[in-house]
């Protein structure tokens, strides 16, 4: 146990996490360079596109140290997003140190802050990291100051490195095998293995991510979840060396994967702790906690003959993503389809695109929604987290939405576009702090549905990039929530209700209004748009329809050319659907929850 | 009244020939101006005409379309006639029509088309203002078109079509209307209005790129339409075609009605389409290439497109919809879907159902694509 060592890596966004770890898996020969590809941890097509890690993923690294005495590190990689903050905090408890990195050029940002702090609540020896000082834009001294001032971390053991060039790579391995204290732990020990990331293999079934903490496992061992209490027999432990290399056990203070026939991956809980069947630890490790959706929205298909294939990738898909719940829904405008709960707003977008891209599917999302809790007239109080099931306003004696505490750092000059971005989505309790010269960061309390309603885009586009949003969960308060129904040719289109604060129902009518009269194509008559408020009707728009939709002349050859152009909108026709006579395309539905950037 | 025709699904064929005076400033037809070029273009179309081999089956229609027809000398025109008439069993049509450009029709060149057997002129008016055929870059006048009404009428031309252009820039209904009623007069049997539109690479497209020209808006083309369909429905005429009316059924162009049903069409010359019920082709578009191709011994087929049933079913249904023919209600389908876009349709007077067919309405024709799209 002494020449293990077990630490994860930490950052903002963009401050090069990824490109670190594909260093330091190099410099140790886990891969040989010719077959290295960038970022190789995040092995998720949409991760290297948004360069965010979103599935853990973790590597044994050999090395050797100045005086030739061998080590084994473990990396243990975690997603780099709020609405994971989860799974971060069960890989950094399989940890006993961090690097904390930070970019020489942007300094401290607000998800440095906010990983430090779950660093810290797990006890964990923190190295700063300063990367990207090849940059000119690179400012050593100031971010020096920023790590002493904002992250309250002696700044003069800070690492200089350039992840990119490579530079700074041993000196920071020799700095993880110094400083970062080896696990703890007794082997002797009845069994306890922590798991803390878990992904779907289809010959093997789950494989969990497990970092071991006492005694030990090896295959042929039945083991038993002491959250679920399921047994499982092992079939293979190891580690992880992008590839899998099977090893005859895993001990205490060590990390590896463990394979034991599971076949649902919501067997493999993350958080939950594993021990031997004929020899169980007296209590579990802490820290167990079942995902808890916040968001909601529903997925249909395209085209309602793909309701079957939907139903196959989802299940499929779930294989790979316990966090993501669902259940059967239909709409009259959509046909059948499923209501499926999201840790957050970014959690929906990765499952949508994976959906769409590893699985094949062309979905129609419905708004996103929060759970919103109303107390009827018979006392009962029921929450509600779909606009379908919203009650009859009869019935309504008091209605609550949750709220959340929102964290924006951001350079200053943003801060007037920022206070009334905050303003617009009805922040309230502002509080402004200024960690630094030049810097702001500013919290607030905030509806959680105005979040999750085109905030972080709006807030990306305000400070060109520049600032970081976070959030936790505060309460549920009292607000006047009524059900906007947008109405094309008359006829109510329920997949685009929504559950809205009375005071934003105008705009966000006006809003979708406006999107549909853009997204929906002329037709061969006047279609009116309309939102409303009950019978009310509080925004409108008009389609006008086509005068003339024809060419003039069809004689030899223009019945081929119109046949073409017809072959290929019928290949677009695909993506439409059918309400009140009118054919509403897929881009419709999505452009309705985008909010135009007004500047 | 000409009776309907006796044999509608013999093929029709059509000749092109690629030669003006001058380009027009709208047209994206194959043509040129080397006229020195003319005789070995007659050469190459009976070489063509030799080549294809083309089922026993007589011809029923005869269409000899441009470029400018009526600029043929007569012994060329003459030359490739009697040459088609040798190399294709062309005496049974029925219907042989000759495109004409007002100033080229002449007492004597009435009399020889006529002779030669041309029975149909389709004359290129389209319009009567002077100011309107100078932006267009046409070459007559409106004095020059009453003319060859007028003259066509004296020397006995009882099958005469008319072209007229509209949405024209600078032309209002008023002037549209009164160009109309003085066409009518004539009582020409067959009237062919079509929407100014740009097309290809013309000067009116660049200049409608440019700025320099502003086209005729969607809606102003939709007042010119219904005033058009309006009058010529008044004045007795069948309006069977998106942009075809004719003075009675029997008077319907019986070569592009061809077209229309998916009849087959043999076209010889530059850039000519043809179609013999499973494939279309198209030959090469530049003469000289077409004629080298020919001179090679090889045919000159630029593009062949062989039709899968589902490009077959989005033709019928594109062509049902832009004419009386219409289409067979049951290629629809009877999903739910199917019915209730036919149904609103029919609900806002643009379909009527005739029978086993369905068919455009006046109203309909001018949204003709649209419905394509919806019912595709």
Same mark, same amino acid.
């Given at each position: ?15 090069? +996490? ?12 886990? *891969? ?53 903050? #989860?799974? *971060? ?33 797990? @006890? ?25 001032? !904002? ?20 000196? =920071?391995? %020799? ?15 009845? =069994? ?11 010959? &093997? ?6 970092? *071991? ?25 190891? *580690? ?189 309790? %502002? ?11 500013? &919290? ?5 549905? !105005? ?12 400070? %060109? ?49 406006? &999107? ?36 003039? +002349? ?46 | ?128 203002? @002077? ?48 160009? =109309? ?43 010119? #339409? ?151």
């Amino acid at each position: 146990m002494e020449n293990v060592r077990n630490f994860s890596i930490i950052a903002h966004i963009d401050h090069g +996490k990824s490109t670190l770890a594909d260093r330091l898996i190099q410099h140790c020969g886990v *891969v040989e360079d010719r077959n290295f590809r960038d970022q190789i941890l995040d092995n998720l097509d949409l991760e290297r596109e948004r360069g965010i890690t979103i599935k853990t993923q973790t590597c044994n690294l050999p090395f050797t140290d100045a005086d030739g005495r061998p080590w084994e590190l473990n990396l243990i990689d975690t997603p780099g997003h709020v609405d994971f903050t #989860y799974e *971060v905090s069960r890989a950094l408890a399989s940890c006993e140190g961090v690097l904390l990195v930070v970019d020489a050029s942007q300094g401290v940002q607000a998800q440095t802050v906010a990983n430090l702090y779950l660093a810290l609540e797990h @006890d964990l020896e923190i190295l700063p990291v300063i990367n990207k000082i090849d940059l000119p834009s690179a400012d050593v001294d100031r971010t020096r100051s920023e790590i002493e001032q !904002e992250l309250g971390l002696p700044s003069d053991g800070a690492l200089l490195v350039s992840a990119k060039q490579g530079i700074g790579i041993d000196e =920071l391995l %020799q700095a993880i095998v110094r400083h970062i204290p080896p696990p703890r732990g007794r082997s002797e020990d009845p =069994l306890r293995a922590l798991i803390f990331d878990a992904f779907y293999d289809p010959f &093997r079934g789950a494989v969990a991510s497990v970092r *071991v903490f006492d005694g030990e496992v090896r295959p042929g061992d039945t083991i038993r979840m002491m959250a679920s209490g399921k047994t499982f027999r092992v079939e293979e432990v190891g *580690v992880f060396r992008i590839r899998r290399e099977a090893r005859p056990r895993l001990q205490a203070g060590e990390v590896g994967y463990l394979i034991a026939g599971v076949k649902s991956i919501a067997d493999t809980h993350v958080g939950d702790t594993i021990t031997l069947a004929n020899r169980p630890a007296a209590a579990p490790l802490k820290g167990f906690r079942e995902f808890k959706p916040v968001v909601f929205s529903s997925l249909y298909p395209v085209s309602s003959e793909d309701y079957e294939a939907l139903a196959e990738a989802l299940e499929k898909y779930q294989l790979n993503d316990a966090a993501l719940v669902y259940q059967k829904d239909s709409s009259a405008a959509l046909g059948q389809g499923f209501r499926c709960g999201f840790l957050g707003l970014l959690h929906l977008e990765i499952v949508q695109e994976r959906l769409e891209r590893e699985y094949g599917q062309s979905l129609i999302l419905t708004a996103p929604s929060v759970i919103y809790r109303f107390t009827l007239t018979d006392g009962r109080t029921i929450e509600v987290d779909n606009p379908a099931h919203y009650p009859d306003p009869a019935r309504i004696v008091g209605a609550e939405e949750p709220f959340i505490r929102a964290t924006i750092l951001a350079p200053e000059r943003y801060l007037g576009s920022l206070m009334r971005l905050c303003m617009d989505r009805r922040g309230v309790n %502002q509080e402004l702090h200024y960690p630094s010269p030049g810097r702001v960061e500013l &919290r607030f309390d905030m509806p959680l549905a !105005e979040a999750i309603f085109d905030f972080y885009d709006r807030l990306k586009s305000l400070t %060109q990039g520049y600032g970081s949003f976070d959030y936790e969960l505060l309460d549920y308060r009292p607000s006047d929530l009524v059900k906007l129904d947008i109405l094309v040719n008359g006829e109510r289109v329920d997949a685009l209700s929504m559950i809205v604060h009375r005071d934003r129902a105008r705009e966000r009518a006006v809003q979708a209004c406006e &999107r549909l009269k853009d997204e929906i194509p002329r037709q061969q008559f006047k279609i009116p748009i309309q939102g409303a408020i009950g019978g009310h009707i509080i925004a409108r728009e008009t389609i006008a329809p086509f005068r003339k939709d024809v060419t003039a +002349k069809c004689y030899g050859g223009d019945i081929t050319r119109k046949r073409k152009l017809l072959e290929k909108q019928k290949a677009g026709k695909r993506r439409l659907k059918v309400v009140g006579d009118v054919e509403i395309p897929q881009s419709a539905f999505i452009a309705v929850l985008k909010s135009r950037d007004e500047d | 009244m000409k009776t309907d025709e006796d044999r509608p699904e013999a093929p029709g064929l059509y000749v092109h020939v690629p030669f003006c005076e001058s380009r027009c400033r709208y047209c994206a037809f194959v043509s040129g101006t080397r006229l020195d070029r003319m005789p070995r273009f007659v050469e190459g179309v009976l070489r063509e005409a030799r080549m294809r081999s083309w089922g026993p089956e007589p011809f029923g229609t005869f269409y000899l379309g441009g470029g400018t027809p009526s600029l043929l000398p007569l012994p060329l025109l003459t030359a490739l006639v009697q040459g088609l008439r040798e190399a294709l069993p062309l005496d049974q049509a029925e219907e042989w029509t000759l495109e004409a450009n007002p100033q080229d029709v002449t007492r004597e060149h009435l009399a020889a088309w006529r002779n030669l057997g041309f029975r149909r002129l389709s004359l290129g008016v389209q319009a009567l203002r @002077d100011d309107l055929l100078k932006s267009l870059g046409r070459r007559h006048d409106g004095a020059q078109a009453r003319r060859a009404m007028r003259l066509a009428r004296d020397q006995g031309c009882d099958d005469l079509g008319i072209d007229l252009l509209f949405g024209i820039p600078g032309q209002g209904v008023a002037d549209w209307t009164e160009t =109309l009623d003085e066409v009518i007069a004539f009582r020409p049997e067959h009237l062919s209005l079509y929407a100014l539109t740009p097309e290809g690479r013309t000067p009116l497209v660049r200049a409608v790129a440019r700025g320099a020209i502003r086209l005729a808006s969607d809606a102003v083309l939709a007042r010119l #339409y219904r005033a058009a369909t309006d009058r010529l429905r008044r004045a007795g005429y069948l309006h069977y075609e998106v942009s075809n009316w004719a003075i009675d059924a029997g008077h319907r162009s019986r070569h592009n009605r061809r077209y229309w049903r998916r009849v087959p069409v043999l076209g010889l010359g530059p850039g000519a389409h043809s179609f013999d019920g499973a494939r279309r082709w198209q030959d090469l578009r530049s003469l000289e290439a077409w004629l080298r191709r020919l001179d090679r011994g090889l045919l000159p087929t630029a593009m062949e497109d062989p039709l899968t049933p589902e490009q077959v079913r989005l033709e019928v249904l594109l062509l049902g919809l832009r004419s009386l023919e219409g289409l067979p209600a049951a290629m629809l389908g009877d999903s739910p879907e199917a019915r209730s876009r036919l149904g609103r349709l029919i609900a806002r007077g643009l379909i009527r159902q005739r029978g086993d067919l369905l068919v455009p309405t006046d109203r309909g024709m001018f949204l003709a694509d649209g419905m394509a799209r919806l019912l595709a």
